[in-house]
């Protein structure tokens, strides 16, 4: 991958790269109250449970009526996060209208060219269609790629600076927690609110991704929504899958004493390093435990 295509896939995958350092980061936090039992072997279980959950039920409904583009809820277990989370599969609409959306600056784009279904979120706000730079930091969303039932789900949030978020609360910003291990064992598992689904995820890997570096875009391909297909390429390698889990062994930040197998979903979360914008990556790796049908 040369030079050119490597800021280009960049640019398209996190967006928020073109923050200024010193207002924005991508970066992650968390929200939740009960623990999940957690599956110690690989693939998920499945649970249909008689529980209607009407409260997660309320939730979804309520959240879909706003914006049918809405996907659902992500939440930490402990309270670090709780985010609603959205998704654009294109700069046009289902009828066939193009979305409003807007550049970080605030100028409303008339000319979609050159953009894509995840531009459409990064600075407009899911609940009211404006540009949001200050209050929100746009929304949370789901890579236009993906499928919610693909092997990778990526979610991106941003990160915000001191100057532009005193209390550390807002979007991804409380991910920062997660780059120490002792916050590690208080934020470990996460829950995703879907229509008709709950799902129980573990965090295995925190790691750095280094745009300046070329080893990343070759081994650490985590915006891979299949992570044995390259979609940009348009290549399959049956072994990628593997060697992106020997690759993340070697730069993860702290061990986590889990592991992630070639038989694992996962729910990958990409925000900003504070103060690196567009050059250092925060990636947090999750492993899907639970299902519950509800």
């Known amino acids: 991958m040369n030079n050119s295509n490597k800021k280009t896939l960049i640019i398209t995958l996190t967006a928020v790269t073109l923050v200024l350092?010193?207002?924005?980061?991508y970066m992650f936090y968390t929200n939740a109250s009960n623990t999940p039992s957690v599956n110690p072997g690989p693939g998920p279980v499945i649970i249909n449970n008689d529980n209607d959950y009407p409260e997660y039920r309320k939730l979804w409904d309520d959240n879909h009526k706003i914006n049918s583009d809405y996907v659902g809820d992500l939440f930490f277990d402990s309270g670090l996060i709780n985010v609603s989370?959205?998704?654009?599969?294109?700069?046009?609409?289902e009828n066939g209208d193009m979305y409003q959306f807007y550049t970080e600056d605030g100028r409303l784009v008339t000319n979609p060219a050159g953009y894509t279904g995840n531009d459409v979120y990064i600075w407009t706000y899911w609940k009211t269609g404006e540009y949001d730079y200050n209050d929100n930091g746009g929304s949370v969303f789901m890579d236009y790629r993906n499928n919610i039932?693909?092997?990778?789900?990526?979610?991106y949030g941003h990160h915000f600076s001191v100057w532009n978020d005193e209390t550390r609360k807002k979007a991804f910003t409380p991910l920062e927690q997660l780059m120490e291990k002792k916050n590690y064992n208080a934020n470990q598992t996460a829950t995703m609110i879907l229509e008709n689904e709950i799902r129980k995820y573990e965090l295995v890997?925190?790691?750095?991704?280094?745009?300046r570096q070329d080893k990343f875009f070759n081994d650490f391909q985590?915006?891979?929504?299949?992570?044995?297909?390259?979609d940009y390429s348009g290549t399959r390698d049956s072994e990628y899958y593997a060697n992106y889990i020997k690759a993340i062994e070697s730069e993860k930040l702290y061990d986590t004493g889990k592991k992630l197998t070639t038989n694992d979903k996962t729910l990958t979360l990409q925000t900003c390093i504070s103060g690196y914008t567009g050059e250092l990556f925060e990636i947090l790796v999750f492993r899907l435990a639970e299902t519950i049908n509800y």
């Not at 350092?21 to 980061?25: D, E, H, K, N, Q």
């Not at 989370?85 to 609409?93: I, M, P």
């Not at 985590?222 to 390259?230: E, P, S």
């Open 21 to 25: 350092a010193s207002l924005f980061g």
């Open 85 to 93: 989370f959205v998704q654009a599969k294109s700069v046009y609409k």
């Open 149 to 155: 039932d693909d092997q990778n789900v990526i979610i």
């Open 205 to 211: 890997y925190v790691y750095e991704f280094d745009a």
């Open 222 to 230: 985590y915006w891979r929504t299949d992570y044995n297909y390259d």
